[in-house]
């Protein structure tokens, strides 16, 4: 019984440093500040655009230009919008637009939560594995037919997401944006081969590709 109590806890503990920990790395260990009121009404003109619902806004302070972040952390209820300051300064309002309505489709679609589930049954297992509580062998099978699974769910939730800030802002706002910030960062957004296949994401490559097609029909 203490086994079994004991990798549920890992397991939970496991969501909820996917879940969380990101909130409170972003809270503790960045440059931080309030938004002023001219910012507040800038975002919240673009939150209102993109349906993006957030329960508190942190400007992140950069030290140079093109730094460029653009992020919801947290669980329901308590989802931060952390947005670097050279967005509000130094970035066309339609490249923010897009940035927001993507992150507005992951909220949307509970991506995070998904990845954070996904990963709490994999490392459960693992510790179900550990405390032989499950036999090796089926448990083996079980974390890689469970990895599969989420890596292939995790792809088509994202391309959902992209979908949902597509019907937002619109499918090519939403792609110009992310090649704005690929540049930003001199960076080429990559397209997927064989060692992608095992990532939650698809490549940035591949979600442009899906919203300028989405854009031409």
Known sequence: ????????????????????GPLYVNDRFRDLRTPTSTERAYLDALRAETGLDVDRVAVVETEGDDSVDVAVRGPP???VLFVTDYVLDG???DVALGLLAAEA???ETYYGEFRAV??????ALLAGIV?????????FFAVILVGLASFWAGRRV?????????DAVGADRVADAFERVAALRGVEPETGDWSTWFEV???????IAALRERGDR
């Open 158 to 166: 994202q391309y959902v997401a992209d979908d949902r800030a597509a």
């Open 118 to 123: 996904a990963v709490a049954v994999v490392v």
């Open 1 to 20: 019984m203490l086994t079994v109590a004991f990798v549920a806890v890992v397991g939970v503990v496991a969501f909820l440093a996917v879940e969380i």
């Open 105 to 107: 489709g992951r909220v």
């Open 77 to 79: 209820r308590r989802r």
């Open 91 to 93: 970035m066309d309002e």
């Open 201 to 207: 994401q698809p490549p940035l490559g591949d979600r």
């Open 131 to 139: 405390t032989t509580i499950i036999p090796f062998d089926s448990g």
